[in-house]
């Protein structure tokens, strides 16, 4: 299995810190990996793909190949960023199974 | 439209019981997925089709059968479940398999009794 691993179970900051929930992965050739959330009692979403390096909500995340990482960081937490990340390989179609990670729980307090 | 609908929302079956969660998007999106997350959990891929057509069954029992009527929908046939089959079915969808992020829809919330 080719997997991604997000070694913090709970993020706990204050609001206004800078947050950074980090995600290696595991897999060789050129990975593509995005960052999904999901905020309480909503559906899981898209947050950010590293292909398009946008920012979306403040948030970005740059691909390192020689960290095999894919952090997620965003300079001044707000407590609406309150929510669960995911970070996770695409399905490629070849049968290659991809695992995502357990996920991040932020909390960004007051 | 940018969403994918699931129906029904919740969902309480008995382990004898037939059912069907639904699935629709008009995306235009040729990949359409079936995932399972429990609680705390990041989601599960249970199936996979592309243009229609099943691509990946990921081991999962044959109580769960997927079908895909036609490039908008995707069905999930339940049957004979157990309780440990109680969890969140997510239904997500992509331009193509590999191409994109996914498209999740709400999900349906199942319980097996």
């Known amino acids: 299995a080719q997997r991604v691993t997000q070694p913090e179970k709970l993020l706990s900051v204050f609001k206004g810190a800078p947050v950074e929930l980090k995600c290696n992965y595991s897999?060789?050739?050129?990975?593509?990996l995005f960052w999904y959330v999901q905020y309480s009692r909503q559906r899981l979403q898209l947050l950010l793909r590293?292909?398009?390096?946008?920012s979306i909500k403040g948030f970005t995340a740059d691909l390192n190949k020689g960290e095999t990482s894919f952090h997620l960081k965003k300079p001044f937490a707000q407590e609406e960023d309150s929510a669960m990340y995911y970070c996770a390989p695409p399905y490629a179609g070849n049968n290659r199974k991809l695992i995502w990670g357990l996920g991040t729980s932020l909390a960004v307090n007051p | 439209d940018t969403e994918v609908t699931q129906t029904p929302k919740h969902l309480v079956m008995g382990m004898t019981n037939k059912k069907s969660l639904k699935c629709e998007q008009h995306m235009g999106h040729r990949a359409m997925y079936w995932y399972k997350q429990k609680a705390k959990k990041p989601p599960e891929l249970m199936f996979v089709y592309s243009y229609e057509k099943l691509s990946i069954n990921e081991s999962v029992p044959s109580r769960f059968s997927p079908e895909c009527p036609n490039s908008s929908l995707l069905n999930l046939h339940l049957h004979a479940l157990q309780p440990e089959d109680s969890a969140l079915y997510l239904c997500?969808?992509?331009?193509?398999?590999?191409?994109?992020?996914?498209?999740f829809g709400s999900g349906t919330r199942l319980t097996v009794v």
């Open positions: 997500a969808s992509s331009q193509l398999t590999g191409v994109g992020g996914y498209t």
């Open positions: 590293h292909i398009s390096r946008e």
């Open positions: 897999y060789s050739g050129s990975p593509e």
